[in-house]
């Protein structure tokens, strides 16, 4: 009786899918953690974003969060950034720039673009922070009307980041 029930366990665990849900923080490097919401899963298949960063999925969004070294300012990451992602697209659009807080107290600036492009979809975020000699970069691309279903996900990881000081 007993080795029935084993086998059963043992055939049980054999098939049942493998939960890729990422679960626990994640050291991005330069002293940056990220820690994924619930019910992310790696995109690292999908979206190689390189080292010091990690790529995640869920529901159709990828999101990215990037650190590399950064003396500059708010205002110059995010125009650095918008000029290189501006390449990608045939036609390219971004709303003002707003105030943001990232790791709960460290300010950055959030920007939404969208336009035509091969490789982006048409909702996208871009969240800069510079602090310590650190530039943070959290790039999200989506789906039309799915950026806004994870905007929850999304506000807790980057208040949850943990930035060097």
């Known amino acids: 009786m007993f080795g029935w029930m084993i ?3 043992i055939l ?12 626990v923080p994640v050291d ?9 919401a619930d019910g992310w899963y790696s995109a690292e298949k999908v979206w190689d974003v390189g080292p010091d ?3 995640l999925q869920k529901s159709g969004v990828y999101i990215a969060f990037a650190v590399e070294d950064y003396a500059g300012t708010n205002d110059e990451l995010l125009s650095e950034e918008l000029a290189a992602l501006e390449e990608d697209f045939e036609s390219f659009r971004v709303l003002p720039a ?18 035509t492009s091969e490789y982006w979809g048409p909702e996208n975020e871009l ?4 602090s310590g000699g650190v530039g943070l970069v959290m790039l999200a691309t989506a789906p039309r009307g799915q950026l806004d279903q994870v905007q929850g996900d999304i506000k807790t990881m980057l208040d949850t980041l943990v930035v060097p000081r």
């Not at 991005?28 to 820690?35: A, N």
């Open 28 to 36: 991005i490097g330069k002293g940056v953690v990220v820690t994924p």
């Open 98 to 115: 707003t105030p943001t807080l990232v790791a709960r107290d460290v300010p950055g600036l959030v920007a939404l673009f969208a336009g």
């Open 12 to 23: 049980a665990a054999a098939v049942s899918p493998l939960d890729a849900n990422v679960e």
């Open 7 to 9: 086998l059963v366990f």
């Open 53 to 55: 960063a990690i790529s």
């Open 127 to 130: 969240v800069v922070a510079a």
